[in-house]
């Protein structure tokens, strides 16, 4: 089974940009989508960005434009590039894997990182 570890999150003001990592290991990347979804207290997780085995990348209509989800094959590594962040990005970030293609439901992954923390100050 393929194992996910989030890495890169943090403390960082109103404009500014962080870029997580989900590295996997136990299988290659281009067997899964890889799909991030995000966490506030007291909420629901929620889907962010996803990219398919094939490349394709698939994003909630609240990141579009701010955040881009990218591969590195070579390091078996999935990034989450995040500019233009406000305090409504505040949460705990999750890398989740599926053998199917993207969607937005949780339920649909079948492995999952611990996640990380994203803070977002104004």
């Known amino acids: 089974q393929v194992q996910l570890v989030e890495s890169g999150g943090g403390l960082v003001q109103s404009g500014g940009s962080l870029r997580l990592s989900c590295a996997a290991s136990g299988g290659p990347l281009s067997m899964y989508t890889i799909g991030w979804f995000r966490q506030a207290p007291g909420k629901e997780r929620d889907f962010v960005a996803a990219?398919?085995?094939?490349?394709?990348?698939t994003y909630a209509d609240s990141v579009k434009g701010r955040f881009t989800v990218s591969s590195n094959a070579a390091v078996n590594t999935v990034y989450l590039q995040m500019n233009s962040l406000s305090p409504e990005d505040t949460a705990v970030y999750y890398c989740?894997?599926?053998?199917?293609?993207?969607?937005?439901?949780?339920?649909?992954?079948?492995?999952w990182g611990q996640g990380t923390q994203v803070t977002v100050s104004s």
């Open positions: 989740a894997s599926t053998y199917d293609g993207p969607s937005p439901y949780p339920r649909s992954y079948d492995y």
């Open positions: 990219i398919s085995r094939g490349g394709g990348n």
